[in-house]
C-alpha cells in the first residue's frame, strides 16, 4: 500500500507545489500581525480540500487556530500535527535575491519566506494524507491538525487555546512541525525544545536627541545600555545572573551515550556561516553538547541614534536592546525573568526598563517512546538510512503545552535541509525534500498505526 | 548711520525672511550627498544679488564652497565670514510637527532643518551687509563669505580648500558660523570649536544571520562590539585609552576667572531635557568646566540584529556603532585614531573594524582680541546688554584652518536660541532673534571697522 502511496506522490508533487507557492506567496508576520487570517483561510480551504473537518478556533486578540480533524473508519488511534502559517519577518530585504513572498524556483530550490519555517511542512502532511486517502480510500489512524499564527513571536495565545480547546486536541501522540536534512544528507529528529525568555531592555537619556557636544555633561542611555548588558555575560559565556543555573538539568547518561554517537561537522558549520572558529573554539562532540544542553543569552537586536550612512553628531534619547535567553529543562521563563529584573536592579541600573515580549517552557520526550520508534523506522524506508535523532533542539517552541499539558508525546519531521535558511534570507527548501517529506509522514501513519504500545 | 541701518532691516526683514523660507526648502544634506550643489547654487545667487563676486570654488570629490567678496571703496581691514550651506539629516522624521524641508512658521518661530544651523545665519548676513549698502552705499570693510557643504561631516575637503584657496581667504579678522541666545535671553559668543574624531566601529559575526537558537556555539557581534565598547570608558565617565588626555591643555586661570562669571543654569538644562540630574550629578560651574575643557567619548549610533516591533529570534552577522570624541587643544585627532586602534588591538579586538568617519582639530581665539571686544561692543547696542564671552565651545568645526593656517582670530554670532533644537527634529528659530542677528552683523562692520587693533 505504502508504495502505491509513494507512486501518487511521485506522481502528483506538482500539484502540491503549486500548492506551496501559493501558501508562501501570503505574507504571514506575526511580528507585525500582517496578513495572519488571510494566511489561515488558504491553510483551511487547503485542509477542507482533503476532506478534513475544520475549525478556525478564536481566543480573544489572536490570530485564528486552525484545527482540523479526519477520521479513520478503521483505527483507534490519533496522531496530532502541530504546525504554524506564520513566519518571521523578512528583513533584511536587500540581502534576499528574489523577494521573499515571490515563491521562485532556481536550481530546483524553491525560495520563499516561511517555506522552511514551518508551509513546507503544512502542505508536505496535508498532502501525505491526501495521497493516502486517494490510494487507500481511508486513514490508518485519525488525523488532527493544530496551526497556530504565533510561533514566531513565541506562540503568546497557545496556552489559551490549549486551555479553551485542549479536549479536542487529545491525541496519542504528535509530530513537531519541523525537520531538515543535515549536511550528510541524513534526516533529523528532534524529540525536544529550549524555552525562551525573549525581552526588550530600554534605556532612556534626555527627552529628544541633542547634539553630541553636550555628551560633556548628559547622560548616553547608549552607554548605559551597555553598561547593563556587559553585566549579563562574561568573556567566557558564563551568564551572570544570580540563580541562572540554578534549575539546568543535564542530560542524562542515556542521552550523552545516545548524542555521542551523532556526527557534529564543525568544519562544515563554520564554512557554512563564514566563521575562524565556533565560539570559544568549540568542536565536535563539546559544541554539540552545548548546543543541545546550555541555556544561552543572545542579543536579537540593538538599536540607538543615527544608523545611517555617513557620520550624525547626536547623543540619542533612547537606547534599545532584544535579548533573548533559551532556556533548558527545568528552568522557568517567568522565574528567569524575575532574576534578570532583581539582578539589574541590584547592580543600580533599577532605570532600564525590561519589558517581557515572549515567553516558552522548554520541553522533551524520551528516546524510546512509540512514536519515536514510528518516525524511525517510517525514516528508514523513505530515506534508506537511519535518521539521527536528537533529543532536544536548540530551538524553542509550545512543546510543553502538549507533552506536558495534554500528555502527548512528540516527534518530528520536515522537509528542510542544511542550508534552508530559516529565519534569514534566502530561506528555501529542496524540491527532492519535499516530496521525501511527504512520503515520511505517509510512512509515519503506517508505522505507528501498526506500532506496539509499551 | 547704524540707525539708518537697523530701521533698513525694521522695514526689510520679510523679504530676508522669504530668502531664509526658500533656502531651507532646499534639502542639503551632506551626510548622503542630498541637494548640495543646488544649495550651493542658491547661496551664490544671494550672495550676487547683494553685489557680491561670488565663485563655485571646487576640489575634487567636494561640493562647491561658495566664495565671494565684497570690496569696500574706502577701508583696508577685511572681516571674513565662515558659514556652511548643508544640514544634519532630518531623522527621526517621525518626531517632526512640520516637514523639515517645508518651512513652517508657527508662534513667530520658523521652523525647518538648518534654519538655526546654519542658513539662518547665513541670510542675517547676507541682509546686514545688503541693508548697509542700501542705506550707505558702501561697507566700512571689505568683506569675505567662505560657506561649505560639508561642515555637518566633519568638513573633510575644507583643509584642500584652504590649501588650494587659502591665499584668497585672507582677512583681518573672522566671524564663525553660529550663535545663539541663552535662556536667560542673552547672546552667546564663542571664541573656540572642540575638535573631534568620529569613527564607525563594526564587528563581524556569520556571514549571514542566523537562528538565534545557534547563540550556543556561533558568536555574536553585538556581544563582541558591546565588550569593545565597554572598555573605552569606565563608570566615572574616564577615558580608558592610554594616553588619551595626554595633551589636554588645562584652561588658564584667566579663562577660569571669566567662566566662573557665567552664569550656568543646570535646573533650566534638566528641565529643557527631561533629565533627573546631569552626568555625574555636575551642577553649575563644574558642569559649565567641564563642558567647555573636557574631551568626550560618545555614542551616536547603534545597530545590529532586528530593530522592528515585536520579537524576531536572530543572531545578527553585524553590530555597528558610531561614536565620537570631542577633543579639546593640543589633543590631535589623528594621534586618538591610533591610541584607539592601538587600545582595542592590545585589549584583544583586532577584529573590531575602526573606520574614521572624520577628523577636526580644536581651536581657540583669545579672550581680548580686537574682533571679540568688537563683537562685544556690537552685541550691547543690539541687544542692550553685554553677551556671554566662551572661551570655547563645546562642539567642533574648522575654525583651526582659519586660526592656525591663515592666521584670523574668529568670533561669532548667530540667530539661534536655547531652544532650537539644532541636529534634533523640530529645529527652529524666533523671526525677533533673526532680526537682532541681522542688526548685530551690521554693527559688527561698523565697530571693528573703528577698533585699534593692539
Given at each position: 500500500?505504502?508504495?502505491?502511496?509513494?507512486?501518487?506522490?511521485?506522481?502528483?508533487?506538482?500539484?502540491?507545489?503549486?500548492?506551496?507557492?501559493?501558501?508562501?506567496?501570503?505574507?504571514?508576520?506575526?511580528?507585525?500581525?500582517?496578513?495572519?487570517?488571510?494566511?489561515?483561510?488558504?491553510?483551511?480551504?487547503?485542509?477542507?480540500?482533503?476532506?478534513?473537518?475544520?475549525?478556525?478556533?478564536?481566543?480573544?486578540?489572536?490570530?485564528?487556530?486552525?484545527?482540523?480533524?479526519?477520521?479513520?473508519?478503521?483505527?483507534?488511534?490519533?496522531?496530532?500535527?502541530?504546525?504554524?502559517?506564520?513566519?518571521?519577518?523578512?528583513?533584511?530585504?536587500?540581502?534576499?535575491?528574489?523577494?521573499?513572498?515571490?515563491?521562485?524556483?532556481?536550481?530546483?530550490?524553491?525560495?520563499?519566506?516561511?517555506?522552511?519555517?514551518?508551509?513546507?511542512?503544512?502542505?508536505?502532511?496535508?498532502?501525505?494524507?491526501?495521497?493516502?486517502?486517494?490510494?487507500?480510500?481511508?486513514?490508518?489512524?485519525?488525523?488532527?491538525?493544530?496551526?497556530?499564527?504565533?510561533?514566531?513571536?513565541?506562540?503568546?495565545?497557545?496556552?489559551?487555546?490549549?486551555?479553551?480547546?485542549?479536549?479536542?486536541?487529545?491525541?496519542?501522540?504528535?509530530?513537531?512541525?519541523?525537520?531538515?536534512?543535515?549536511?550528510?544528507?541524513?534526516?533529523?529528529?528532534?524529540?525536544?525544545?529550549?524555552?525562551?525568555?525573549?525581552?526588550?531592555?530600554?534605556?532612556?537619556?534626555?527627552?529628544?536627541?541633542?547634539?553630541?557636544?553636550?555628551?560633556?555633561?548628559?547622560?548616553?542611555?547608549?552607554?548605559?545600555?551597555?553598561?547593563?548588558?556587559?553585566?549579563?555575560?562574561?568573556?567566557?559565556?558564563?551568564?551572570?545572573?544570580p540563580g541562572f543555573y540554578e534549575n539546568v538539568k543535564p542530560p542524562s547518561k542515556r542521552e550523552l551515550e545516545h548524542i555521542s554517537k551523532i556526527e557534529f561537522d564543525t568544519e562544515k558549520l563554520k564554512e557554512n556561516l563564514g566563521l575562524k572558529q565556533l565560539l570559544l573554539g568549540l568542536k565536535g562532540l563539546e559544541a554539540l553538547k552545548r548546543h543541545l544542553?546550555?541555556?544561552?543569552?543572545?542579543?536579537?537586536?540593538?538599536?540607538?541614534?543615527?544608523?545611517?550612512?555617513?557620520?550624525?553628531?547626536v547623543l540619542p534619547s533612547r537606547a534599545m536592546a532584544k535579548v533573548d535567553f533559551r532556556l533548558v529543562p527545568d528552568q522557568d521563563p517567568d522565574d528567569i525573568y524575575l532574576k534578570l529584573k532583581n539582578y539589574l536592579r541590584e547592580k543600580g541600573f533599577e532605570d532600564i526598563e525590561v519589558k517581557m515580549l515572549g515567553k516558552l517552557y522548554p520541553a522533551r520526550?524520551?528516546?524510546?517512546?512509540?512514536?519515536?520508534?514510528?518516525?524511525?523506522?517510517?525514516?528508514?524506508?523513505?530515506?534508506?538510512?537511519?535518521?539521527?535523532?536528537?533529543?532536544?533542539?536548540?530551538?524553542?517552541?509550545?512543546?510543553?503545552?502538549?507533552?506536558?499539558?495534554?500528555?502527548?508525546?512528540?516527534?518530528?519531521?520536515?522537509?528542510?535541509?542544511?542550508?534552508?535558511?530559516?529565519?534569514?534570507?534566502?530561506?528555501?527548501?529542496?524540491?527532492?525534500?519535499?516530496?521525501?517529506?511527504?512520503?515520511?509522514?505517509?510512512?509515519?501513519?503506517?508505522?505507528?498505526?501498526?506500532?506496539?504500545?509499551?
Amino acid at each position: 500500500m505504502l508504495d502505491r502511496v509513494f507512486s501518487y506522490i511521485d506522481e502528483h508533487y506538482g500539484e502540491a507545489l503549486n500548492d506551496l507557492v501559493k501558501l508562501c506567496s501570503q505574507p504571514s508576520i506575526s511580528a507585525r500581525n500582517e496578513g495572519l487570517t488571510e494566511c489561515a483561510n488558504l491553510v483551511a480551504d487547503l485542509l477542507r480540500g482533503i476532506g478534513a473537518k475544520v475549525e478556525l478556533l478564536k481566543v480573544s486578540g489572536a490570530p485564528p487556530l486552525v484545527y482540523a480533524e479526519l477520521t479513520s473508519r478503521s483505527a483507534e488511534k490519533t496522531l496530532l500535527f502541530y504546525n504554524h502559517y506564520d513566519v518571521q519577518p523578512p528583513e533584511p530585504l536587500e540581502e534576499w535575491e528574489s523577494p521573499p513572498f515571490k515563491p521562485s524556483i532556481r536550481n530546483n530550490r524553491l525560495y520563499a519566506r516561511g517555506v522552511s519555517d514551518n508551509k513546507g511542512n503544512i502542505v508536505a502532511r496535508i498532502w501525505a494524507i491526501k495521497s493516502i486517502l486517494e490510494v487507500a480510500g481511508d486513514l490508518p489512524l485519525n488525523v488532527k491538525f493544530v496551526i497556530e499564527g504565533e510561533e514566531e513571536i513565541g506562540s503568546p495565545h497557545l496556552p489559551e487555546y490549549v486551555e479553551v480547546y485542549g479536549d479536542k486536541f487529545k491525541a496519542n501522540a504528535g509530530i513537531w512541525e519541523s525537520g531538515s536534512k543535515n549536511a550528510k544528507e541524513q534526516l533529523t529528529i528532534y524529540l525536544g525544545v529550549k524555552g525562551i525568555l525573549y525581552v526588550e531592555l530600554v534605556a532612556k537619556g534626555p527627552s529628544r536627541d541633542v547634539h553630541s557636544a553636550s555628551a560633556t555633561i548628559v547622560p548616553n542611555p547608549a552607554w548605559r545600555l551597555i553598561r547593563a548588558l556587559s553585566i549579563l555575560k562574561d568573556e567566557n559565556e558564563n551568564i551572570l545572573i544570580p540563580g541562572f543555573y540554578e534549575n539546568v538539568k543535564p542530560p542524562s547518561k542515556r542521552e550523552l551515550e545516545h548524542i555521542s554517537k551523532i556526527e557534529f561537522d564543525t568544519e562544515k558549520l563554520k564554512e557554512n556561516l563564514g566563521l575562524k572558529q565556533l565560539l570559544l573554539g568549540l568542536k565536535g562532540l563539546e559544541a554539540l553538547k552545548r548546543h543541545l544542553y546550555a541555556p544561552t543569552c543572545n542579543i536579537c537586536g540593538l538599536l540607538s541614534g543615527y544608523t545611517g550612512p555617513g557620520s550624525k553628531t547626536v547623543l540619542p534619547s533612547r537606547a534599545m536592546a532584544k535579548v533573548d535567553f533559551r532556556l533548558v529543562p527545568d528552568q522557568d521563563p517567568d522565574d528567569i525573568y524575575l532574576k534578570l529584573k532583581n539582578y539589574l536592579r541590584e547592580k543600580g541600573f533599577e532605570d532600564i526598563e525590561v519589558k517581557m515580549l515572549g515567553k516558552l517552557y522548554p520541553a522533551r520526550t524520551p528516546l524510546d517512546a512509540p512514536i519515536v520508534r514510528a518516525t524511525v523506522s517510517a525514516a528508514i524506508k523513505v530515506y534508506g538510512k537511519p535518521p539521527v535523532v536528537y533529543p532536544t533542539m536548540a530551538g524553542s517552541g509550545p512543546m510543553y503545552l502538549f507533552v506536558k499539558k495534554l500528555g502527548i508525546p512528540i516527534s518530528s519531521t520536515g522537509v528542510g535541509y542544511y542550508a534552508s535558511r530559516a529565519h534569514a534570507p534566502n530561506e528555501n527548501i529542496r524540491i527532492k525534500d519535499f516530496i521525501e517529506g511527504m512520503k515520511h509522514v505517509s510512512a509515519i501513519l503506517y508505522e505507528y498505526a501498526e506500532i506496539e504500545e509499551k
